[in-house]
């Protein structure tokens, strides 16, 4: 089986990823690769590190340029992938790393993003429960913001044994903010420096994690989350807590479960901690979890690399479901340390 | 005024941190530089920043050595504060910036740290109230850690304001785990990654956090508290949480009031939000607050130099306060950025 | 004494250095403040680290806004600084921190940069033979560029000890690149990488390391250049060579006899080399030297902060030689380390 | 072809990398995994990222557990390979990453490294002219050096076409220093600072470029050799220039003919310039040549992850020749970046 795909933003930081891990895919040839503003430069200046690509050449973000492959992954700025999924076939499966069809609530659209809601698609992460069944053979993938996929896995299981309020404060690389020029993501701003920004449920994938973990709990839940930016160019590390309201037996016991059959989300054993460094390029996310007893207070730390399993790994692992190739193709647990 | 003051535990990040502002300090005279293993060495093999004592040698830190000057610093590893400033006279200021005399209670000590109780001196935190008037005049003072520094400054104002159970989760860069060899420390291991450590409420500066906030608020307060290690030298980011008991407006008025006379302590002006490049080398912390209003929960962020008004900043603050010194000799609030 | 100063382009990281520098200098108070696209916002929003000038706010960049202050700093883009410069009066002292007048020759200037030559000032490295003098109450100071400067000091004394043809492979920090944001200068692309630029010869400061070592030399030297950028915000390492001539002996002898009285210029002892972290913050260089006896060859590192020493500590150490004050007012040879 | 291997030395940064690759390696099967130190420890406290090995446990480096497995590799501190290797079968694979058979020379062996001389072994690096042919069915396998390996090929094609005589600059991170804590490898020491070593001709890693470029130039070539330490984990870019004595016009030729069928070294299109990021974690070299035409210099810039081609990397490439298998199997020339 050989899959034909085209990447519509392959000179940003998500299509770069995506094109990456595909070059080490064995069922897919790459086709059209597309941009915005770098149409019509050859691909290696965007991307040095992509050397088999060496002799492509970026085209036109168009309809008819993405026509005629099998999957379509959409990086383009947020709000833009709607119209263009709109005009792909229904066979051809579309899976857009924007966050376009990631909200359910077309209010809380409107709130975090503003616009028309385009409306919401199967959500790109298979661990959560229930959601591995909807992408299996979809034809329409959102894949999930970088902070929910970290925070999301790191409270699901948790959900029913505390209270339904959590307090989120996640470090993040540099590329999870794009790759645009910005004076404040400067290497000499952003090197020896760190900030927080989005505070007070600022950020717009405070919804997000909401979403997921009201879903999983059956009630409301409520997210105080805190992006921080650290001198890094890859990996988040979320720290997540909660009060608890249940034994803290069960509470591992509850992860130990939650996670024992995926391949790519691993609880630690006891007394090891995660690090972004051990799943740089990877789509594993490390977990573990305590109990602050002087608080009765759940602390669960959840380190992910934002590129890989928070966007592109993320979108290769709901590829390889829609189109019924093992779900781990192309993909890896190992991370590249240090 | 010229005051002749020996550095015990030179060659390591609090001892330079120290030196470092000294030599800007314009009424200080730089007596005996003393260490442990490294005694013998020239102090620029340890300490190559330190240029104008390029000629020192370090000698052993024997309370011989030290006697003889007007002020002795301490930058020891804990535990080894206490009896070193027992048989120094009641004459000389002793700072120490080490763990050994902040903890005002015995069992706490026991618990975090073991062995006997030194007992407690004046906190070196100007800034907390009433703290200032207990370190004009003493001989002895008792530097803060780190984290209970920045988090404290945090949250003091805000007590009565919240509930008296804080989240704090802090960012770090490197140097405040100190200068001995550690393969976890190697800089192959901690650039290009972010951890957790201390999980849990494990820190030993939980207590210390808990013990400020307490003294302010006039009822126990509980302390969640989480570092993170990230990938640069200096500097803490502090992004503490509680819920709100009083109206939101409030807030605001609380922190301005607190530090409105304050040279060190810096609430931004709105929009504003800290970084630890902006505070590089200065004794300055810069704070924000906010409230997040989906879950009436407040939010403060603050930035140190882990070194600086971490540690040797309020060192020599303290010493200021304890000689009757102005409180900013040979201190600035202007960082090294970018 | 008190001298009235005016920064223009005080929004980027020359400008922002010098008023760094400024702030703890005891005989200057700072007047107007001035930028470009920047202009109308406060100076806080650029330059967070600037506390003491908080409420400032960044008029245009007009000669008439510059008048009036017996110093003028000119931290403008390339090109810029003549025209300004002409329109204030003589008795007023500019100091350029741009290029426009640090070339003596015309064609050099039309080669490298483009453009009318608007002449040559007085050379602002008043380390290299014969300068200083020039520099003591001129009114017009070409502040160096940031490689020439360790460049030069690295191998000016050797000049007469080597063959005329030196290769200079200096390694910097991100922010001689300046603030203006580019992708190929954001955290994400420089963290974890590394990368040559200007190779070949190719680079503007090629001619100005060659002009100043062919008039130490009294010969014409050639200069092979190549920079390469690495991930740290500040701080230049060179490593210079070239074929000796001379005796191996003679050439420490050399450089101790150069820098014996330069306050802030180090050959270091024996055995102990360079780096860029000891210099931080400071008007330090760094220097050692050896023979590779295999080859005959001199090897030279010196480390240097491009900001400070580089760029606005010199500027700072001429302001003070051209006003008459002590040359190491308000500098440092401390750097902010680790 | 399944084909059992080991690994001694699992715990350090070579042998990580090695059992990374491996890991991804359709053909071997992972046994034996040894340490020192470390023996009795589970993988996973070493190699966090190994998650597919969590289960492992590292044992005593011995010959017994060595034996009987079809390839070992030893990644083990310079003089510790011979005696290993000595008693394992003439059969067995042995890849040894470390220094003991490099050297051709008794004297050089001695003078450099001291101890009695183990003799040579075929040189893991198969685009060095002649050399594949000798790894091809070998059953030992001396891996280069990191700096030799970019060294020598980027300027292997320019011998004949320059002066015997180069100078190299090689800026590495600081992964090639190895695991073993030391003060000056901490993170706060190397983050945010540059520092050169080993200067003068004075590191190990100089008679190992000598001896190549003399094999391929047919006459003695003297090297001058600075490495310098960076703040990154991984990479290294040299910056090579030579004296040409040919056109510039035979210098490309001379690369592009050199390197036209290499799978992983790559002359980079004019205009573009090599990073350490665009290859990290690959076994890709990129390159890019240039002609001072001021000097008459040729400038070769070269860009290697020290562990992957430089040390890894070549070892599995190696493996791969000597088996028989497909050069590149478990390879990639796609980096991970940004």
């Keep these: 089986m050989t899959v034909r795909i085209a990447v519509a933003g392959a000179s940003g930081y998500a299509g770069g990823e995506v094109l990456r891990l595909l070059l080490g895919h064995p069922e897919v040839e790459i086709g059209a690769l597309t941009a915005g503003g770098n149409a019509g430069s050859p691909l290696i200046s965007q991307q040095p590190h992509l050397l088999p690509l060496a002799d492509r050449v970026l085209q036109e973000t168009t309809v008819d340029v993405l026509r005629g492959h099998d999957v379509v992954f959409l990086a383009l700025p947020h ?179 939650a996670y024992a059959d995926e391949p790519f989300v691993h609880l630690l054993p006891e007394g090891h901690w995660p690090t972004t460094g051990a799943v740089l390029g990877s789509n594993a996310v490390q977990l573990q979890v305590t109990v602050d007893a002087d608080l009765n207070r759940l602390v669960v730390v959840a380190a992910v690399d934002n590129l890989t399993k928070g966007t592109a790994g993320a979108a290769v692992q709901c590829m390889n479901l829609a189109l019924g190739l093992p779900e781990t193709t192309g993909l890896t647990s190992v991370g590249v340390a240090p």
């Design 79 to 257: 709000g833009h992938s709607a119209e263009v999924a709109a005009r792909l076939g229904e066979d051809v499966l579309v899976v857009d790393c924007g966050a376009d069809h990631r909200l359910t609530d077309a209010d809380a659209w409107q709130r975090w993003y503003g616009g028309v809601h385009a409306g919401s698609w199967p959500y790109g992460l298979p661990e959560l429960p229930g959601q591995r069944d909807l992408l299996r053979g979809t034809r329409r993938v959102a894949v999930p913001g970088c902070y929910p996929t970290v925070s999301s896995l790191a409270l699901a299981p948790a959900m029913g044994l505390v209270e339904p309020e959590v307090t989120v404060v996640a470090v993040s690389g540099t590329s999870g903010a794009g790759k645009a020029p910005k004076t404040n993501l400067l290497g000499s701003e952003v090197m020896g420096s760190l900030s927080a920004y989005g505070v007070g449920g600022a950020h717009r994938h405070t919804p997000e994690i909401a979403q997921n973990l009201t879903l999983v709990a059956g009630e409301p839940v409520k997210v105080s989350f805190t992006p921080v930016l650290a001198p890094l160019p890859r990996g988040i590390l979320a720290t997540c807590s909660a009060t608890l309201t249940a034994d803290a037996d069960q509470v591992r016991a509850a992860y130990e479960k």
